[in-house]
């Protein structure tokens, strides 16, 4: 069975610094791979996702995430940190034979500081 | 607008008493999902739907019930034989079921549920 590993629960970073949130995925088959954004109290916004094209993969907000299948990661990465950034954030994998299911990691949260 | 509406967005409960969530959506899609979210945990699939008149257990069904007569709609009812319902409840659904384009999957606002 698939499954996701978010290696950090929290991270903090100051403004203008780079964000780096690390997940690492399991799957017997080719998986497509997801980042999704949670807001306080809210419901949770796609980033971007991985669906077997391009392994480096350009999300909305300056967000992007490379696919590595050697190091089974799907690293979330945007140069420059804005405040409007602090949410949770999820990583998400969905693979055969469940691929009707969404399988999330357990979240980072990400705090920036001024 | 198309999009995912849920229903209400903060609910209180008494011990013994089934609620039910509302989930409405307008993006004609076939797949539906209902998930729990605890600090911590992520999200954990409660139920989920292929289809009108379909639904498949999650991983965590117990203790909750659904139904899928309309293809816009998904409601999720807590029943009292739920041990600790007080959570997150986040509704999803996505063009289609299976591994590719048309897994991405949209999600409504949330229902917040307290039991009291």
């Known amino acids: 069975a698939q499954s996701v590993t978010q290696l950090d629960s929290h991270v903090s970073v100051s403004e203008g610094t780079p964000v780096l949130l690390r997940c690492n995925y399991s799957?017997?088959?080719?998986?497509?791979l997801f980042w999704y954004v949670q807001h306080p109290n809210k419901g949770l916004q796609l980033l971007l996702k991985?669906?077997?094209?391009?392994?480096l993969v350009k999300g909305i907000n300056g967000f992007e995430a490379e696919f590595k299948k050697s190091e089974t990661s799907f690293h979330l990465t945007k140069p420059s940190a804005h405040m409007s950034d602090a949410a949770e954030y999820f990583c998400?994998?969905?693979?055969?034979?469940?691929?009707?299911?969404?399988?999330f990691g357990t979240g980072t949260r990400l705090q920036v500081f001024p | 607008d198309g999009g995912i509406t849920q229903s209400p967005k903060y609910l209180f409960r008494k011990e013994g008493q089934n609620v039910t969530l509302s989930c409405e959506q307008n993006?004609?899609?076939?797949?539906m999902y209902w998930y729990r979210q605890d600090p911590g945990q992520g999200l954990r699939l409660i139920y989920y739907?292929?289809?009108?008149?379909d639904f498949q257990k999650g991983d965590i069904a117990e203790g909750y019930s659904v139904s899928r007569e309309k293809k816009e709609s998904f409601p999720l009812t807590v029943t009292s034989a739920q041990k600790n319902p007080t959570a997150f409840y986040l509704c999803?659904?996505?063009?289609?079921w299976g591994v590719g384009e048309n897994t991405e999957a949209f999600f409504g606002q949330g229902t917040r549920l307290t039991v009291v």
């Open positions: 999803a659904s996505s063009p289609d």
């Open positions: 739907s292929q289809i009108v008149n």
């Open positions: 993006l004609n899609h076939d797949a």
């Open positions: 799957s017997s088959y080719s998986p497509s």
């Open positions: 991985y669906t077997s094209a391009a392994t």
């Open positions: 998400v994998v969905s693979a055969p034979p469940q691929g009707d299911k969404l399988i």
